[in-house]
Each structure stands twice: as C-alpha cells, then as structure tokens.
C-alpha cells in the first residue's frame, strides 16, 4: 500500500456522500479526448442501455482538469479540481473507458486519477473498467493496478473487454448490436448488482 497524502476540498455544491439510493450513480469518465472517441462512444452505449434503475451521467471536465502537482492542494483546489472531486464523490459507481497508448495508459486517465489519490470519498469506490480493444492488454492492467492501489474496488463481472477500438458503430447501433449488447447489459447487471448488495451491506468481494 502506498502512503497516500490527505487532502480535504470545499464542495462547489453540496451533494450527498455515497449512500445506498434507489437508483445507483453511476459516473463514465473516457480516457480520451477525441471528438469520435470510441471508448466515449462505449460509454454512451452504456448509457443507452442502462434502465432506469442505474442514473448514468458522463463526467466532461477530464481535460479541462490542471496537470497534477500536489502544491495546488496547500491552497484550495483548482474549480476543475472541485467540480470533478465532488462529481466523483456523488457516484455510487465508476465506470472507465479508456484506450491504450504505446503500451500504457493515457495521460489523461492517469491525470485523473492522480488527483484522486488520497481524496478520502474514492476510498473504497466501486469502479468498472472496460478494455475498449481486444488486441491490448498493458493499459487495462496497469489501470486495474492502479485503482487497486488506490483502494478502489473492481466489480467484478463489470470490467468487461469489448473490441470498440475497431468498430465504426455508432453509440446507437453499438447500443443495438449484438456484438456488444450483451456485454454492456452484462457489465450493467453487474454494477447493479453490485449497488445494491455492495453499497448496501458493504460484504460482496471485488475482483
Ligand atoms: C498515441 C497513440 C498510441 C497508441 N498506442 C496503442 C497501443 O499501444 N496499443 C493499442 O492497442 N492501440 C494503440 N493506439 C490505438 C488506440 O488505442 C485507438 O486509436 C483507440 O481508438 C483510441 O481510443 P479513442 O478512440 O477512444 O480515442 C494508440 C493510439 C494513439 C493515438
């Protein structure tokens, strides 16, 4: 376990802590900025088929977010820093999607998750990782590793692999395919699964 430094925030708003609610949060962060991202389109994907028993929203702030330096915590934080601690805070779930780049993950997943370690609500966070791309792998592991790392809790049966990186679907038809369907509904059951008996009881195992 790594030493991680405590650092409070101010809330922008005030917004309930993580608790168990009828409908779970669920928070899709991409690891990319592109336009026509394909891990974006995934999560929207997600979102499409999502019932209303998961409230999904796409958090958008991830490039707008200053390079991690731990002197901008001795001060308070950056806005964007509040805005995506307390959008972080708010979930019941994560669920990333992010591509690989030249064997790693991309700077501005790992930017993201920097500013999250030691931020006390992601202890014990529940998280879903989609691999977008059936031909990578060193990503998916060293992101899995990281969240661990930082105490994150994997759910197990939501961190799926789908080959979204060399699909040219859209969100829509992604959502409609079934090559991807059933594995979004299986990731989706899982996270739901995984809020209402998690959240709730705190005693079901992560992978
Ligand atoms: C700088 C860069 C490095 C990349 N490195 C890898 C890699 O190491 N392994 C891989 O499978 N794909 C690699 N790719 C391909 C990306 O995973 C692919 O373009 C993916 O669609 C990008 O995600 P996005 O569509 O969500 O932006 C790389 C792409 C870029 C732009």
Redesign the pocket.
């Known amino acids: 376990m790594i030493q991680m430094p405590l650092h409070t925030h101010t809330p922008i708003e005030t917004l309930p802590s993580t608790q168990p609610t009828a409908s779970p949060r669920v928070l899709a962060l991409?690891g990319?900025l592109?336009q026509?991202?394909?891990?974006?389109a995934l999560l929207e994907a997600s979102r499409l088929r999502a019932g209303p028993d998961l409230r999904f929203s796409h958090f958008e702030g991830l490039g707008a977010l200053p390079l991690f330096n731990p002197d901008l915590l001795e001060a308070q934080a950056p806005p964007a820093v509040q805005a995506f601690w307390s959008a972080v805070d708010a979930a019941d779930v994560l669920l990333i999607a992010s591509?690989?780049?030249?064997?790693g993950v991309t700077s501005v997943i790992k930017n993201a998750l920097d500013w999250l370690v030691g931020h006390i609500p992601f202890t014990d966070k529940p998280v879903a990782v989609f691999n977008?791309?059936c031909?990578?792998s060193?990503a998916d592991a060293a992101l899995k590793e990281t969240l661990r790392t930082m105490s994150a809790r994997l759910i197990e049966g939501a961190c799926q692999q789908l080959d979204a990186?060399r699909s040219r679907l859209s969100a829509q038809d992604m959502a409609a395919s079934p090559d991807f369907a059933p594995t979004l509904d299986a990731a989706l059951q899982a996270m739901r699964s995984f809020a209402t008996q998690h959240i709730h009881t705190d005693t079901q195992a992560s992978c």
């Open positions: 991409c990319s592109r026509h991202s394909r891990c974006k591509p690989e780049y030249a064997h977008p791309s031909r990578a060193h990186t």
